[in-house]
């Protein structure tokens, strides 16, 4: 079955630096990707959608120039967070769909990565 | 629009015994629905998906649901509860137009007592 391999799956880091977390379908061509974050207890909240060589589409009331994101190939999208703060310590997952795939085709998931700021 | 409720946020239920998750939805198209299972601190993983085929719909470790349009559910059912079934369990709508919205609901925790 489809693969989606996301890293790191935890990282600690100091309040100001930033973190890229990497986000790569490894046997299917992914030309959309989903970035969530996860609240502890809570559903999974979409940040933003991301399509193969354009712009990410942001979700209402996440900040772009905090959460970047790039999907400059068919495999692998990151997001950065910028200039972290111990507020944007969360869980983060991705999930993609591949081309072929038809729409209202199921997500393949990432493992998340756990974000803690200090 | 579309939306899904998932009416227990915690079920707890003995090993050996039936489970059953709760899940009501919304859309104004025909959806397609999933169930996914989350254990701690890990991804997602599709138990079972409903896209416009049989409504009776068996997915892995044993787990189904029904699609029943009438009562808008997709309720989660296994016949027997093992230990290794304890995680979130999340209900999900898909709009079968276009790409988006996929709509999650809060969770449900499954408790598994020995």
């Known amino acids: 079955g489809a693969v989606v391999s996301q890293h790191p799956s935890r990282v600690i880091c100091k309040s100001g630096t930033s973190v890229k977390i990497e986000c790569r379908s490894l046997d299917f061509q992914a030309t959309t990707m989903f970035w969530y974050r996860q609240f502890p207890k809570q559903s999974l909240m979409l940040m933003a959608t991301s399509n193969e060589g354009s712009k990410a589409t942001y979700e209402q009331g996440v900040e772009k120039d905090k959460f970047l994101i790039n999907h400059a190939s068919l495999t692998l999208s990151t997001l950065t967070v910028t200039s972290a703060h111990p507020e944007d310590s969360s869980f983060y997952i991705c999930s993609a769909r591949g081309g072929r795939e038809r729409v209202g085709s199921p997500l393949h998931f990432g493992n998340g990565t756990r974000l803690t700021v200090t | 629009a579309q939306s899904v409720t998932q009416l227990d946020s915690h079920v707890s239920v003995s090993e050996g015994t039936p489970v059953l998750l709760r899940c009501n939805y919304s859309s104004s198209y025909s959806p397609s629905l999933f169930w996914y299972v989350q254990h701690p601190n890990k991804g997602l993983q599709l138990l079972l998906k409903y896209t416009s085929a049989a409504t009776l719909v068996k997915g892995i470790n044993g787990f189904e649901a029904e699609f029943k349009k009438s009562e808008t559910s997709f309720h989660l059912t296994k016949p027997s509860a093992h230990m290794s079934d304890a995680a979130e369990y999340f209900c999900?709508?898909?709009?079968?137009?276009?790409?988006?919205?996929?709509?999650f609901g809060t969770g449900t925790k499954l408790q598994v007592i020995p």
């Open positions: 999900v709508v898909s709009d079968m137009r276009g790409y988006q919205k996929v709509t």
